[in-house]
């Protein structure tokens, strides 16, 4: 650890502080008030040192003896656990606006999730358990690491906001984006890099179970980034298993989604896949959907990968119909529907070409429907006359 140039030593009536300068001030970042030892501890912290560093040359300079090593060993990392907390010291000795190199914090476990292995580190305690059924053997070469640290980050850099709203402020430097999550006071930012290769997440504990839901919700938009770079997008949809493939009915919330997934559950006995959100993609032309650990509120998701058949967008209505959608209706409503990144042109680009890849090879259409069991029969036998197969009385 070593000093974060953005806070200089100063006196104060002759009292020692640490105090913000620059961007800080902006940031309404606050000083500390420390003893003469503290004041030690932070000249020696030009540079890079341990705990037990600081401790033998504390030690050295006020004469103390080999019995108070513990004692003071104990009294340090109490000291700079603060410091740590609050930003004022920082880890490594790169310069105060850049990332470290590699994770500092220790390893976690490893993710996998549509093929694509995700590294998690921090405390264990941080995590939830909702990510374990996607667990697998660590990777050497993973396509992301998600790394929690439990301190400030050194300075907040100024960019450019793309977006802004009650759950999310995206800002755009230039080689990351500054993620802020309003309603998770907890974690005060993330940083995640343009390749998305790293995200850094900069949080306080304790980690109780509502951190662990804040953080396994704030690690979606990492994910998220880092599929579509891998040409894949996620659908704000329920889905179900029939004859062996997907079917994904898509609507605003609150419109009867999973409503309609429970009634092919109850009357057919198909499995439901996911209650909330589908994770769409090609493969060598053909049209999957990848099991993803978020789901909503409803706690159903499903690890494994299935062919997609098709996309039924819901609409309530007193009567049960299907409406046929042009070509650009078909890809326009989706698009919509879709929670991937669209912080810019260039994003939504990648989402429009894999909408219009799938919209090319599966079943789009609107249904529009009541709650009831009609609506099952309705929507089933188009499918039916889709796959081929006569339709039902």
Same mark, same amino acid.
């Given at each position: 650890?070593?000093?974060?140039?953005?806070? #200089?030593?100063?006196?104060?009536?002759?009292?020692?502080?640490?105090?913000?300068?620059?961007?800080?001030?902006?940031?309404?970042?606050?000083?500390?008030?420390?003893?003469?030892?503290?004041?030690?501890?932070?000249?020696?912290?030009?540079?890079?040192?341990?705990?037990?560093?600081?401790?033998?040359?504390?030690?050295?300079?006020?004469?103390?003896?080999?019995?108070?090593?513990?004692?003071?060993?104990?009294?340090?990392?109490?000291?700079?656990?603060?410091?740590?907390?609050?930003?004022?010291?920082?880890?490594?000795?790169?310069?105060?606006?850049?990332?470290?190199?590699?994770?500092?914090?220790?390893?976690?476990?490893?993710?996998?999730?549509?093929?694509?292995?995700?590294?998690?580190?921090?405390?264990?305690?941080?995590?939830?358990?909702?990510?374990?059924?996607?667990?697998?053997?660590?990777?050497?070469?993973?396509?992301?690491?998600?790394?929690?640290?439990?301190?400030?980050?050194?300075?907040?850099?100024?960019?450019?906001?793309?977006?802004?709203?009650?759950?999310?402020?995206?800002?755009?430097?230039?080689?990351?984006?500054?993620?802020?999550?309003?309603?998770?006071?907890?974690?005060?930012?993330?940083?995640?890099?343009?390749?998305?290769?790293?995200?850094?997440?900069?949080?306080?504990?304790?980690?109780?179970?509502?951190?662990?839901?804040?953080?396994?919700?704030?690690?979606?938009?990492?994910?998220?980034?880092?599929?579509?770079?891998?040409?894949?997008?996620?659908?704000?949809?329920?889905?179900?298993?029939?004859?062996?493939?997907?079917?994904?009915?898509?609507?605003?919330?609150?419109?009867?989604?999973?409503?309609?997934?429970?009634?092919?559950?109850?009357?057919?006995?198909?499995?439901?896949?996911?209650?909330?959100?589908?994770?769409?993609?090609?493969?060598?032309?053909?049209?999957?959907?990848?099991?993803?650990?978020?789901?909503?509120?409803?706690?159903?998701?499903?690890?494994?990968?299935?062919?997609?058949?098709?996309?039924?967008?819901?609409?309530?209505?007193?009567?049960?119909? #299907?409406?046929?959608?042009?070509?650009?209706?078909?890809?326009?409503?989706?698009?919509?529907?879709?929670?991937?990144?669209?912080?810019?042109?260039?994003?939504?680009?990648?989402?429009?070409?894999?909408?219009?890849?799938?919209?090319?090879?599966?079943?789009?259409?609107?249904?529009?429907?009541?709650?009831?069991?009609?609506?099952?029969?309705?929507?089933?036998?188009?499918?039916?006359?889709?796959?081929?197969?006569?339709?039902?009385?």
């Amino acid at each position: 650890m070593r000093q974060n140039q953005c806070y #200089v030593l100063k006196r104060i009536a002759k009292v020692p502080y640490l105090l913000p300068v620059g961007q800080l001030i902006a940031d309404q970042r606050r000083g500390i008030r420390i003893n003469e030892t503290g004041a030690y501890l932070w000249k020696l912290l030009k540079k890079d040192r341990s705990v037990e560093e600081l401790a033998r040359l504390c030690a050295e300079h006020f004469s103390a003896g080999p019995q108070a090593l513990p004692r003071l060993e104990e009294d340090i990392r109490e000291f700079v656990s603060q410091l740590m907390s609050q930003g004022i010291l920082i880890s490594g000795s790169t310069s105060s606006s850049e990332e470290p190199s590699r994770p500092s914090s220790d390893f976690y476990k490893c993710i996998r999730i549509a093929g694509l292995n995700c590294m998690l580190y921090g405390p264990a305690p941080a995590f939830s358990s909702d990510l374990d059924a996607f667990e697998c053997e660590a990777s050497e070469h993973p396509h992301q690491q998600l790394q929690v640290l439990t301190h400030a980050p050194a300075v907040r850099e100024n960019g450019k906001l793309l977006l802004r709203s009650d759950e999310l402020s995206v800002i755009e430097c230039r080689e990351k984006y500054i993620l802020l999550f309003p309603s998770a006071p907890q974690i005060a930012e993330a940083h995640l890099t343009k390749d998305a290769s790293r995200c850094i997440f900069y949080c306080t504990g304790p980690f109780t179970r509502i951190f662990q839901s804040d953080l396994f919700h704030a690690l979606q938009l990492p994910f998220l980034y880092l599929a579509q770079r891998h040409h894949m997008a996620v659908l704000h949809a329920s889905s179900v298993l029939y004859e062996e493939k997907a079917w994904l009915f898509a609507a605003s919330s609150g419109t009867g989604k999973s409503t309609h997934a429970n009634l092919w559950h109850s009357m057919l006995q198909v499995p439901v896949l996911n209650g909330d959100l589908n994770l769409l993609a090609m493969d060598n032309g053909q049209a999957l959907i990848h099991g993803i650990p978020w789901c909503g509120s409803s706690g159903l998701a499903d690890t494994r990968t299935h062919p997609l058949g098709g996309i039924i967008l819901l609409r309530q209505s007193p009567e049960n119909y #299907v409406e046929r959608l042009s070509q650009d209706q078909k890809r326009l409503l989706v698009l919509q529907r879709l929670i991937s990144p669209s912080w810019d042109g260039k994003l939504y680009g990648r989402s429009l070409r894999l909408v219009d890849a799938l919209a090319a090879r599966i079943l789009i259409c609107r249904l529009h429907c009541t709650p009831t069991p009609k609506a099952v029969e309705t929507i089933r036998n188009e499918i039916h006359l889709y796959l081929g197969y006569p339709r039902q009385s």
